[in-house]
């Protein structure tokens, strides 16, 4: 673990946000911890990646933030429960959780199939998501306060041919999330979906074709926590996007069939 | 036991902290030896919890278990001859003082809210108004079983485990849980409590008057109008009673009943008190309480005696439901320093000052009179405390964090002392400082001995203790 700075408690003056992000060690989610972390927020950061983590935690430690490192693989659903448990006690407690874990591993072409690709992403994006998110919701439920984000994307709001098993991923993790906000927004609890379209991160590699209004994390995080503090439902980031995919929704299948993107 | 459905957020009683815990209902002993073992199995760490109405974190322990002591509530036996009580340690001073009212009994120490535990009242060790005379609750209490986090359940007194009666009364709940109390009331005679209240122009007069006029009545506490400046600094009102003696109330036998204590829930008969809060929100700025405090200052003026009940005189905190509320979003926070009566004026005087040039003016000041007790955490000295609270808003924090610091270092050079079941800005240097080196190394020992796996950690506990070595 990193060598966090001694003192992060809160007192009425000094209220301190408790955040976990899983999937934090590049990308998104870094930038997520970067800015949460010169807010003030106490974080704990999930990711597979040590060497990344231990990076990370340790210039935000440096910088005067909070941040503990937890290295941990999302396929490991088994450990789930008990890490969160470690997790929320050395926190302090637990305010919101940022699901930030994805990977997109392309087939290669639009003759191509992979279904060993397909199963990972799915495991990763949705089922890692979801085993995180159940006793998450549970608990934030139980305590009837709470702000649960996942980081979904543009790329489920429709399946294309590009790659079928990154859609069916996405489109699973918005569904899911649309129907945790149904359950737990009675319950106080607040459900933030996000749907980036393209950032320049590791991932734009694993786009097939060109990239337009492609952005930088940095700005999707300025998005997602503007957001959060408004306890929006879902945004998309870039902002167009969302009028690009209101337009995409919109096409007849008849002619989407025929596109090739 | 599924933690996961225990999981709540809890907050102080100035509703300027949260904290997301496992909150765990305890009826019987053996719920909190269940609890210790869970917490270990779990690698978690345990607070107890009476009703939660601590202005800072000691019964909050944030991602941790914390025991919901309010459903052990049972008046075990009562004596209404030798006037000796034992209870649960949820049973509040509401549950207490109603049981034993009628048959001529008070308790000899209550706060400003009769919504407190026992158990919290003996983890604070809180004073009343009548600290000067009777000291704090701890010096009424002639027993307690306490459970350890060991599993040892320990019964104490100032002759038996007498180590463990002064460390965990003020204890503030990191030795042990206390299980049950047996206490002392205080015999009385009326219903009624006969009230002197008198206008102090400023703060000198304020403090000489606390100080020459306590020893002629059982209680004495000074309202301090916190925006007054120049000559006019610290002025107030006095408010000073004593108790009836036998024959003193021709009705005692009306006024000693339980409906005569009742405090109205309306005002003026009309208005439900528990919408009050709303209607004091918009004075709670510096115009509004300026003008408040003004108004009542001019009415103080007049000086007079009256009488009136227990319940009225003595709870004043419970006399608007919900009042913290009006402080808004932010809360408020109390801060309260304890000085000696050499040093308190000039300290004061200098902090109000201070608050005034800062423009963050207290809304509300309280002062007591008080003495030395033996307990080992102790807040009090030979002296007086001022309790001031703050409104907390999104733009002051950073500036009133700033103000408070000065005023402990102020209070510190002043020989002063701090009481953690109110203030939540003591920096663990503070607390090393007022405690010293020779109790602070006193109660590692009995930490060590009582919790060897430190099972027991607050918020608070962790924010202070856990840096002073503890």
Not at chain 1, 10 to 24: D, E, K, M, Q
Not at chain 1, 219 to 233: F, N, P, S, V
Not at chain 2, 167 to 192: D, E, N, Q, Y
Not at chain 2, 320 to 340: A, K, M
Request: net charge positive; with cysteine; hydrophobic share 40%.
């Amino acid at each position: 673990m990193s060598d966090a700075p001694k003192s992060a408690y809160a007192t009425p003056l000094t209220p301190r946000r408790r955040g976990l992000i899983i999937g934090a060690s590049t990308g998104l989610g870094a930038a997520l911890a970067q800015k949460l972390a010169g807010q003030g927020t106490s974080l704990a950061l999930v990711a597979r990646s040590t060497d990344k983590l231990d990076a990370l935690c340790r210039q935000i430690n440096a910088a005067g933030g909070y941040a503990l490192a937890y290295p941990h693989d999302v396929c490991e659903y088994d450990k789930v429960p008990a890490l969160l448990r470690k997790i929320v006690a050395e926190l302090g407690g637990l305010d919101f959780v940022i699901y930030a874990a994805g990977i997109n591993l392309p087939p290669g072409g639009m003759d191509r199939y992979n279904f060993e690709n397909d199963r990972k992403m799915v495991e990763v994006n949705l089922i890692g998501a979801m085993a995180w998110l159940t006793p998450i919701a549970e608990m934030f439920q139980s305590a009837k306060a709470g702000q649960i984000v996942g980081i979904s994307s543009v790329a489920g709001d429709r399946g294309r041919v590009g790659n079928p098993g990154y859609n069916a991923s996405k489109a699973g993790l918005t569904t899911y999330l649309e129907a945790l906000r149904n359950r737990l927004t009675r319950h106080g609890v607040n459900v933030l979906t996000v749907k980036p379209g393209f950032m320049k991160t590791a991932m734009l590699q694993a786009a097939q074709g060109p990239t337009p209004f492609a952005i930088e994390p940095e700005r999707a995080a300025e998005d997602i926590l503007r957001a959060m503090q408004k306890r929006k439902q879902t945004i998309y980031t870039a902002p167009l996007w969302r009028w690009i995919m209101l337009i995409i929704r919109h096409i007849p299948s008849f002619l989407f069939r025929r596109l090739s993107f | 036991m599924n933690l996961t459905h225990h999981f709540t957020q809890l907050e102080n009683f100035g509703h300027s902290l949260k904290a997301s815990c496992y909150r765990i209902k305890i009826e019987k002993p053996d719920d909190i030896y269940e609890a210790f073992q869970l917490a270990k199995k779990s690698g978690l760490t345990v607070t107890a919890r009476g009703t939660g109405i601590s202005y800072n974190d000691v019964s909050l322990n944030g991602g941790g278990i914390v025991l919901d002591m309010s459903g052990m509530n049972r008046i075990l036996e009562w004596d209404p001859a030798s006037g000796v009580v034992r209870c649960e340690a949820g049973v509040t001073l509401e549950d207490l003082w109603k049981r034993v009212e009628p048959d001529g009994w008070w308790p000899p120490v209550v706060s400003g809210t009769m919504k407190t535990t026992l158990g919290g009242c003996l983890g604070a060790n809180i004073h009343g108004k009548n600290n000067f005379r009777v000291g704090t609750i701890g010096e009424h209490v002639t027993e307690f079983t306490a459970m350890l986090p060991t599993g040892a359940l320990v019964t104490c007194s100032p002759q038996k485990n007498a180590d463990l009666f002064y460390a965990m009364i003020s204890g503030l709940g990191m030795l042990g849980v206390f299980t049950t109390i047996t206490l002392k009331m205080k015999r009385i005679h009326s219903g009624l409590i006969a009230v002197d209240a008198w206008p102090v122009p400023n703060l000198h007069r304020h403090l000489s008057d606390l100080l020459e006029h306590a020893p002629h009545y059982d209680y004495i506490v000074g309202w301090l109008d916190t925006l007054a400046k120049g000559t006019s600094l610290g002025r107030g009102q006095i408010h000073a009673a004593n108790n009836l003696k036998e024959g003193e109330d021709p009705n005692a036998r009306e006024t000693m009943k339980l409906s005569y204590q009742h405090l109205p829930d309306r005002l003026f008969g009309v208005m439900p008190k528990s919408l009050l809060h709303y209607f004091m929100n918009p004075f709670l700025n510096n115009a509004g309480v300026w003008l408040i405090n003004t108004a009542k200052y001019l009415a103080s003026l007049r000086r007079h005696t009256f009488r009136e009940s227990h319940a009225e005189f003595h709870f004043l905190l419970d006399y608007v439901p919900d009042w913290e509320r009006s402080f808004g979003r932010g809360g408020l926070i109390q801060y309260q320093s304890f000085l000696p009566k050499e040093t308190a004026e000039d300290a004061w005087r200098e902090m109000i000052q201070l608050s005034h040039r800062r423009g963050l003016p207290s809304y509300l000041g309280v002062t007591k009179r008080h003495r030395p007790d033996n307990f080992l955490l102790t807040h009090a000295v030979d002296g007086f405390s001022l309790a001031m609270d703050f409104k907390v808003t999104d733009g002051n924090r950073a500036r009133l964090r700033d103000l408070l610091q000065e005023f402990d270092r102020i209070v510190l050079n002043a020989g002063g002392r701090f009481y953690f079941a109110k203030n939540s800005e003591t920096s663990a240097e503070t607390a090393r400082a007022f405690l010293g080196e020779e109790t602070i190394a006193k109660f590692k020992k009995l930490k060590q001995r009582c919790d060897p796996n430190n099972l027991l950690e607050s918020d608070l506990y962790r924010r202070i203790f856990k840096d002073i070595g503890l």
